[in-house]
Nanobody, 120 residues
C-alpha cells in the first residue's frame, strides 16, 4: 500500500513537500515514481528514483525546481517542490514496483490514491 500526503493549496513561488509512504509488500520496491495528472490531460511522469541508481529522473517540466529523495529506513519517498507555478496544479500520484521502472502509472505494481496540489 502506498499513501501520499503533503498536498494542498499554495501560492505561486511557494514550496511543498509530498511524501509517499510504503507499507508491507510495497516497501520492498526497487523503483518509485511520482506522476501528476491535470483533468483532461494525460498523466505525466514527474520523477523516478531507482534503488541502486544514484541519480533520480526529473522531468524537464520541473527540472531545477523539484527534487526527489528516499528514506529507506522510513520506507518513504519525498518530492520537494519549489518555485511552484499555477501549471503545476494537478493530482500527484506515487507508484512503486519491485522489479522495474515503468513509464506509465498503470504498469506499476503498487499505486497510491493521489494528493491534490493547487497553485494559485
Amino acid at each position: 500500500q502506498l499513501v501520499e500526503s503533503g498536498g494542498g493549496p499554495v501560492q505561486a513561488g511557494g514550496s511543498l513537500i509530498l511524501s509517499c509512504a510504503a507499507s508491507d509488500q510495497s516497501s520492498k520496491t526497487t523503483c518509485i515514481s511520482w506522476f501528476r495528472q491535470i483533468p483532461g490531460k494525460e498523466r505525466e511522469r514527474v520523477s523516478t528514483i531507482n534503488r541502486g541508481h544514484g541519480v533520480p529522473y526529473i522531468a524537464d517540466s520541473v527540472k531545477g525546481r523539484f527534487t526527489l529523495s528516499r528514506d529507506d529506513a522510513k520506507n518513504t519517498v519525498y518530492l520537494q517542490m519549489n518555485s511552484l507555478k499555477p501549471e503545476d496544479t494537478a493530482m500527484y500520484y506515487c507508484a512503486a514496483d519491485p522489479n522495474y521502472c515503468y513509464s506509465h502509472y498503470e504498469e506499476f505494481n503498487y499505486r497510491g490514491q493521489g494528493t491534490q496540489v493547487t497553485v494559485s
